[in-house]
């Protein structure tokens, strides 16, 4: 089945800063590509996806990148707010799979 | 919120001790999904159901049992042979077919005392 691998499991950004979070997935037939973020206990949403017929997607401060061939794609967070401290979750999905497998996590901590 | 909601918020269990939690969405989405997370971890998938009266087992299904009577309706049981149910709980749900977001719950937190 797929395997999603999230890297660095923490992050430490200065205010101001870019931060990128890594992952990679095992399963070449996976399709859709969502971030989660989560905040200190409340519940995980939606921030940005994209699917594998993109290669780039970008919504204000945040983007996200797929690299098919390698089978990796990235968030970008650029000028990090305190506001952005979170957990955040990258996922994949094929559709044949019909289920979400999430990677562990990366927790994410912006200085002011 | 996102029409997604669990209840109680939090709960507590004696060993030993069956346990449902609530799972309710009137978004009219397709599927339900239940997962577990455990402090500094990820999400890990329990059980899902694509459709009312179907449900499968996910990464962790052990000592947990669901129901998908109703469409709106996802409960979870947690039974005594779950050994170490402490733990983080989240429903989630999404409409049919691909690309669709998953929408979770505000989560249960399960303390065996």
């Known amino acids: 089945g797929e395997n999603v691998e999230q890297h660095p499991s923490t992050l430490s950004v200065q205010e101001g800063d870019s931060a990128v979070i890594k992952c990679t997935y095992s399963d070449s037939a996976s399709n859709y590509f969502p971030w989660y973020k989560q905040e200190l206990g409340k519940r995980p949403q939606l921030i940005i996806d994209i699917r594998s017929n993109v290669g780039e997607k970008k919504d204000q401060r945040i983007a996200v990148t797929l690299n098919k061939t390698a089978k990796h794609f990235s968030l970008h967070i650029t000028e990090t707010q305190p506001e952005d401290s979170a957990v955040y979750f990258c996922?994949?999905?094929?559709?044949?799979?019909?289920?979400?497998?999430f990677g562990p996590g990366t927790s994410l901590s912006v200085i002011p | 919120d996102g029409g997604i909601t669990q209840s109680p918020k939090y709960l507590f269990r004696k060993e030993g001790q069956n346990v449902t939690l609530s799972c309710e969405q009137n978004?009219?989405?397709?599927?339900m999904y239940w997962y577990r997370q455990d402090p500094g971890q990820g999400l890990r998938l329990i059980y899902y159901s694509q459709i009312v009266n179907d449900f499968q087992k996910g990464d962790i299904a052990e000592g947990y049992s669901v129901s998908r009577e109703k469409k709106e309706s996802f409960p979870l049981t947690v039974t005594s042979a779950q050994k170490n149910p402490t733990a983080f709980y989240l429903c989630?749900?999404?409409?049919?077919?691909?690309?669709?977001?998953?929408?979770f719950g505000p989560g249960t937190r399960l303390t065996v005392l």
């Open positions: 989630a749900s999404s409409g049919a077919g691909s690309y669709n977001e998953q929408f």
């Open positions: 978004l009219n989405h397709d599927a």
């Open positions: 996922a994949a999905f094929k559709t044949s799979y019909d289920k979400v497998i």
